[in-house]
């Protein structure tokens, strides 16, 4: 019971990804051959709605839901890092055809073959966690 909160949420977030066509392939690959704006208003518009919420969470000092502030803190930049992690993500949304958001929701529309990049994803998350420690943050 403690978590349909966030269950509730994540079928909203679903439903409205599959509405707005994030989840086609078609619009992926659209995307990535520069032959719409489709996509890039999407991304766009997530990119600054996240730092409006941003700037409000960081002056209205609010709390979390388990009533802790919620804060943020300033990371070094480190260009090899992000290169790095924005390289393996990219190979992955590109060979997949779905970033981590829409893979389930393929799954749920009935795409078996997303069981595969659904578990890849899960044992990638694990490995990570087990070489965390090793890598440069």
């Known amino acids: 019971m403690k978590f349909l909160k966030y269950l509730l949420v994540g079928v909203l977030f679903g439903i409205t990804l599959a509405k707005a066509e994030v989840v086609s392939w078609y619009r992926i690959f659209e995307m990535f051959r520069f032959e719409s704006f489709h996509m890039y208003g999407v991304i766009g518009s997530a990119v600054v709605i996240g730092i409006i919420v941003v700037q409000i969470i960081k002056r209205k000092h609010m709390n979390s839901i388990e009533g802790s502030e919620i804060s943020f803190s300033d990371k070094a930049m480190s260009f090899p890092r992000y290169l790095i992690g924005g390289t393996i993500f990219g190979l992955?949304?590109?060979?997949?055809?779905?970033?981590?958001?829409?893979?389930?929701?393929?799954?749920?529309?009935?795409?078996?073959?997303?069981?595969?990049?659904?578990l890849s994803a899960t044992m990638g998350t694990f490995v990570y966690g087990l070489i965390r420690h090793k890598l440069p943050h």
Do not use: E, N, Q, S
């Not at 992955?92 to 659904?118: E, N, S």
């Open 92 to 118: 992955g949304w590109a060979m997949t055809g779905a970033c981590p958001g829409p893979m389930f929701i393929l799954l749920g529309y009935g795409f078996p073959v997303f069981v595969v990049v659904v």
